[in-house]
């Protein structure tokens, strides 16, 4: 990890956080492990609103989008290859762009679909009008001026309105930066899950607090049925934040 990446995990996340994270990276060969509050959002009573005093723009793309030209810009953004955004695209997932000023500047994916992995093949049970958000990513230059809000709340209501009902989402609860979210937004904690691949001798320990694992996720191989939904009724009081490209 370079100099600058660790001053910024010690200023967002404080000490305790980045000892947490050290003695994970050590412990690797042996064990690997996650711990996430699990959420979902009614986006049918109330999409959340967005709090960055900027205007931020939303645009969603879907996979039939000109996909050569949104791959680039994508992985030009930040973190993920181009081939990940195509697998991404291939399972069907959409993705919100942020733009601020026309600069792209921070972008958040949508599953509609079961199939997407939490980890260690433990999958997401996506049922009918239902949505995970995931990947969210800003540019480190834009962070902390509410973009991830504007995405959030543009994300909810472009479902809302084409008749999904929930959107489901994973925090790790040791990523203060992304928590800020659920907690401004006071949305309820449906179940905290931990996940730990062990190495020698190999097996995943799976387990959840505050309702059954299996309630959200199934993990004996790809789930063999999609509950994929693409409602079109109107649902009303949904905002109009984001933009169809
Ligand atoms: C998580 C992330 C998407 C949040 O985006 P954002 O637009 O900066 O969100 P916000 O502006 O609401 O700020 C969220 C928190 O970041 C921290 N923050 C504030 N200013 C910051 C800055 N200049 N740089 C980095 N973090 C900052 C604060 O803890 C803030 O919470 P607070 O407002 O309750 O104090 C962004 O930090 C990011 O891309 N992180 C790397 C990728 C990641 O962890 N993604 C989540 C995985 S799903």
Same mark, same amino acid.
């Given at each position: 990890?370079?100099?600058?990446?660790?001053?910024?995990? =010690?200023?967002?996340?404080?000490?305790?956080?980045?000892?947490?994270?050290?003695?994970? #990276?050590?412990?690797?060969? &042996?064990?690997?492990?996650?711990?996430?509050? %699990?959420? +979902?959002?009614? @986006?049918?009573?109330?999409?959340?609103?967005?709090?960055?005093? !900027?205007?931020?723009?939303?645009?969603?793309?879907?996979?039939? !989008?000109?996909?050569? %030209?949104?791959? $680039?810009?994508?992985?030009? =953004?930040?973190?993920? #290859?181009?081939?990940?955004? +195509?697998?991404?695209?291939?399972?069907?997932?959409?993705?919100?762009?942020?733009?601020?000023?026309?600069?792209?500047?921070?972008?958040?994916?949508?599953?509609?679909?079961?199939?997407?992995?939490?980890?260690?093949?433990?999958?997401? %049970?996506?049922?009918?009008? $239902?949505?995970?958000?995931?990947?969210?990513?800003?540019?480190?230059?834009?962070?902390?001026?509410? %973009?991830?809000?504007? &995405?959030?709340?543009?994300?909810?209501?472009?479902?809302?309105?084409?008749?999904? @009902?929930? *959107?489901?989402?994973?925090?790790?609860?040791?990523? *203060?930066?992304?928590?800020?979210?659920?907690?401004?937004?006071? *949305?309820?904690?449906?179940?905290?899950?931990? =996940?730990?691949?062990?190495?020698?001798?190999?097996? *995943?320990?799976?387990?959840?607090?505050?309702?059954?694992?299996?309630?959200?996720?199934?993990?004996?191989?790809?789930?063999?049925?999609?509950? $994929?939904?693409?409602?079109?009724?109107?649902?009303? !009081?949904?905002?109009?934040?984001?933009?169809?490209?």
């Amino acid at each position: 990890m370079d100099l600058g990446r660790f001053r910024e995990l =010690l200023r967002w996340r404080g000490p305790w956080i980045v000892v947490v994270l050290a003695v994970r #990276e050590i412990l690797k060969p &042996l064990v690997y492990w996650h711990v996430w509050d %699990i959420f +979902g959002t009614d @986006i049918s009573q109330r999409v959340p609103q967005p709090y960055a005093k !900027d205007e931020v723009k939303v645009k969603i793309y879907a996979p039939d !989008d000109s996909l050569v %030209i949104l791959q $680039e810009q994508i992985s030009s =953004l930040g973190e993920l #290859e181009a081939a990940e955004v +195509g697998r991404r695209f291939a399972r069907g997932d959409w993705i919100a762009i942020a733009f601020l000023k026309e600069q792209p500047v921070g972008y958040m994916w949508i599953a509609l679909s079961s199939g997407l992995e939490l980890a260690f093949g433990t999958y997401w %049970i996506v049922r009918s009008r $239902e949505a995970v958000k995931y990947g969210s990513f800003v540019l480190p230059a834009f962070r902390g001026l509410g %973009i991830h809000s504007c &995405l959030n709340s543009g994300v909810c209501s472009y479902l809302c309105e084409r008749g999904f @009902i929930r *959107t489901l989402s994973s925090v790790s609860i040791l990523n *203060t930066q992304s928590m800020s979210l659920p907690k401004h937004n006071k *949305t309820t904690r449906a179940m905290t899950v931990l =996940l730990a691949k062990f190495r020698f001798p190999s097996f *995943t320990l799976r387990k959840s607090f505050g309702a059954p694992l299996s309630s959200r996720f199934s993990w004996s191989g790809l789930p063999s049925s999609s509950a $994929e939904s693409r409602g079109t009724s109107q649902t009303p !009081d949904c905002g109009s934040a984001a933009l169809r490209e």
